[in-house]
């Protein structure tokens, strides 16, 4: 029987907490077989922050237990998402000689690049969490996405990093490990969405990621193939809940499922009717048009208003060809696409997790973009490719190859 290995991931929104088992064959590396899969709604986290850790600890458990029954696997240590508005981000340039007297680049002249391009000035309360390499240039050559064994002597990078705040990474990672799991690493929920629903071809061209969470929405642009800009926006799905709950006098569970009903119709009369869902105040039929134009639409325009402001300020807008790919809970909301292509004036999909087997059906839908993405952020540090440093990064249970081999023991001594 081939021999695989284990790796999990818990993504920790506010409005659930999902938790994924998979394993991977050593055989097959590249195929994630998830074998557990579960979530819990959130309770103790606002705007992708920790504000009650003991109400956190009991979410993050229900949902780990179960995906652990499912999987029939305790995990001891698991890959968590990271978001909130306590998220920067800023682009960083390092330089460095080449070492070798024969001008051939090597691992030790990538690593001492990508720790001059991370010589940032930070707040005392920030931590980096991700530089990520953008492009590498050798003497005057541009572009360049691997330059080891190339000949200069010069080498530069250009990266993206991504910071949060100590203090709300530190309660995220105590409630985690409250629940008896290890902290493989942390991966911003923007680019953990982003890893399992872009396309190379996207990502290369140039588009806009929207992970639509319950209290905030992280955004991440990728030009010619590398994450050039991200942010998170601090409205959500949640905020067109309580706009339901306010206009038809109903309570936020009773919205809650009222949204969740409405985003997957699409009614040939106007008049629908939600008997079924038996909500508490016993509402029997609602006008669909009302509820979407009046109520949902322009909260909704309000959202993309300020995702049109982040992208402008990005001024990266002209080189995003492939468009806005919109991913996570909120974006099975009624009248999300129009809204964003009418604000935006872009191309709009929506972005659902691909690149696995096993228990798909329960996972493959825009919600568990963040949780599939850890898994396969974690199967990517295998690959010889990789340069990007996480700022936590656990190798001991992933053994890696090529350059990402070289670098382990160096990338432990940046951490934080």
């Known amino acids: 029987m081939p021999k695989s290995k284990i790796i999990s991931a818990i993504d920790i929104g506010s409005s659930k907490t999902a938790a994924l088992i998979a394993q991977i064959s050593q055989e097959n590396q590249e195929k994630i077989h998830v074998v ?3 979530s819990s709604p959130a309770r ?3 705007k992708g922050q920790i504000v009650n850790i003991e109400e956190a600890v009991a979410s993050i458990t229900e949902a780990v237990e179960s995906a652990e029954r499912m999987a029939g696997y305790n995990i001891a240590r698991s890959w968590i998402s990271v978001g909130g ?15 070798q007297p024969q001008g051939e680049i090597s691992g030790e002249d990538v690593r001492r690049v990508l720790e001059a391009a991370r010589a940032v000035a930070l707040p005392a309360s920030a931590e980096i969490i991700h530089v990520l390499p953008r492009q590498f240039t050798v003497d005057n050559q541009e572009g360049v996405k691997d ?3 190339m000949t200069g002597v010069r080498l530069e990078v250009d990266t993206h990093i991504i910071t949060g705040s100590s203090p709300v990474i530190r309660n995220l990672t105590k409630c985690v490990n409250e629940v008896g799991c290890d902290v493989a690493g942390l991966v911003f929920s923007g680019l953990a969405a982003s890893t399992s629903v872009l396309t190379d071809t996207e990502k290369e061209l140039g588009v806009v990621l929207l992970d639509i969470g319950g209290g905030t929405m992280s955004l991440a642009i990728f030009v010619e193939g590398a994450l050039s800009y991200s942010a998170v926006i601090p409205v959500g799905a949640i905020n067109v809940t309580k706009d339901l709950a306010a206009g038809l006098r109903i309570s936020l569970e009773s919205a809650e499922k009222l949204k969740l009903y409405l985003g997957g119709l699409k009614p ?12 508490a105040e016993e509402l029997k039929t609602i006008s669909f048009k009302t509820l979407v134009e009046g109520i949902i ?7 993309f208003q300020q995702v049109a402001s982040e992208i402008k300020k990005s001024s990266l807008g002209g080189l995003t060809p492939s468009g806005l790919v919109m991913t996570g809970g909120g974006a099975q909301t009624a009248g ?9 004036a872009l191309p709009v999909r929506i972005g659902i997790p691909s690149g696995i087997t096993g228990l798909v059906d329960d996972i493959e839908n825009p919600g568990f973009a963040a949780a599939v993405g850890l898994l396969k952020y974690a199967q990517s540090l295998d690959e010889e490719h990789s340069f990007a440093l996480p700022a936590s990064p656990i190798f ?12 382990t023991s160096w990338a432990k001594s940046l951490l934080p």
């Open 336 to 344: 999300l696409i129009d809204s964003a292509k009418r604000i935006l």
């Open 396 to 407: 001991s249970k992933f053994p890696v190859r090529g350059i990402l081999g070289k670098m």
């Open 44 to 46: 103790g986290v606002r």
């Open 36 to 38: 557990g899969a579960a």
């Open 85 to 99: 508005v306590h998220i920067s981000s800023q682009n960083s340039h390092g330089v460095v000689a080449v070492s």
């Open 268 to 279: 040939k009369d106007d008049e629908v009717d939600v008997s079924t869902l038996k909500l």
């Open 147 to 149: 330059p080891v064994g």
């Open 297 to 303: 639409r322009p909260r909704l325009n309000e959202m």
